[in-house]
C-alpha cells in the first residue's frame, strides 16, 4: 500500500501532523485486515502458503507504528497453524489450529475439520470434524459449505438428505466455489432438493465452467450441442 497522498516525498524526516494523522490511520486500517484475516479467504492465500515467516513479523511492524489496540492472541496462533499446514507439519499444526478455531477463526475451523477428517496429527474423528466444518460453513467459508453439502449428499457422517446438501451447496455457489456451482447444477438438472430447472442448471454449469471446472465445461458443451437448457449452437459447443 503507498503512503497517503502528500506523505510519498523521499526522505521526509518529520511528517507534518496531518501527514502523520493520515499515515497512522493507514497503519491502523492494514493492522485491522491482518487482525481479522480469518473472516476472510485472503488470509488462506496470503497466510497459508510459504507466506507465513513473512507475516508474522509484518503484524509486529504494524504494532510498533501505532496500533492503537492490541491484535488479538490467536492471530499469532492462526499464522503458526497455516506455516504448518503449509509445511505439512500435521501434528504441529492440530494444537493451534485447534486454538485459532477456538478463538472463532473460520479457515483454522475448515483445517481443523479437515485434519480430523482425514487423520492427519490426530486421530479420526468424523464427528470432530462436522463439528468444525458447520462452525466454518455456517460463519460463510465456501469450501467449508461445499464440504457440508457433500457430506449430506453422500451420507459421509451424517443421514445422507438432498434438501440440507442443497442448502449448503447453493451458500458455496453464490460465494463463488466452482465446484459447488456445478453440484448445484447437477441438482437442478435432477431435481434433487429443488424443483429441476435445466435453464438454471445451464446457468450455474456455465458458471463454474468459467472458473474452469473441467467436467463443467464438457457439461457445458454438450448442453449446447443438445439445445438443453440453451439454445442450441455447434460453435459453441466445440468452443467448450
Not at 10 to 26: I, V, W, Y
Not at 33 to 48: E, M, N, Y
Not at 56 to 79: K, N
Not at 186 to 203: I, Q
Request: net charge neutral.
Amino acid at each position: 500500500m503507498l503512503p497517503p497522498e502528500g506523505c510519498r516525498r523521499p526522505r521526509l524526516p518529520t511528517p507534518d501532523k496531518a501527514c502523520a494523522l493520515a499515515m497512522r490511520n493507514q497503519n491502523l486500517t492494514l493492522a485491522r485486515f491482518f487482525a481479522r484475516l480469518d473472516q476472510t479467504r485472503a488470509k488462506a492465500t496470503i497466510l497459508g502458503m510459504k507466506f507465513a515467516n513473512i507475516a508474522l513479523p509484518l503484524l509486529l511492524l504494524i504494532v510498533a507504528t501505532g496500533r492503537a489496540e492490541p491484535i488479538p492472541a490467536t492471530a499469532d496462533t492462526a499464522v503458526r497453524c497455516y506455516q504448518a499446514m503449509a509445511e505439512e507439519r500435521f501434528a504441529d499444526a492440530t494444537a493451534d489450529c485447534e486454538t485459532a478455531a477456538q478463538g472463532g477463526d473460520t479457515e483454522a475451523q475448515f483445517k481443523v475439520a479437515t485434519l480430523y477428517a482425514q487423520g492427519r496429527g490426530v486421530t479420526r474423528n468424523i464427528d470432530q470434524s462436522l463439528h468444525w466444518l458447520r462452525q466454518a460453513a455456517g460463519a460463510g467459508h465456501a469450501e467449508a459449505q461445499y464440504n457440508l453439502g457433500s457430506a449430506y449428499q453422500f451420507g459421509h457422517g451424517l443421514p445422507p438428505d438432498d434438501t440440507e446438501a442443497f442448502r449448503w451447496y447453493e451458500q458455496s455457489a453464490l460465494a463463488g466455489f466452482g465446484k459447488a456451482q456445478r453440484n448445484l447444477a447437477s441438482f437442478y438438472e435432477d431435481g434433487r432438493g429443488v424443483t429441476a430447472n435445466v435453464t438454471t442448471a445451464f446457468e450455474w454449469y456455465l458458471e463454474s465452467a468459467t472458473q474452469g471446472v473441467s467436467d463443467s465445461q464438457l457439461k457445458v458443451g454438450l448442453m449446447y450441442w443438445q439445445g438443453e437448457g440453451v439454445t442450441r449452437d455447434e460453435a459453441k459447443a466445440r468452443q467448450w
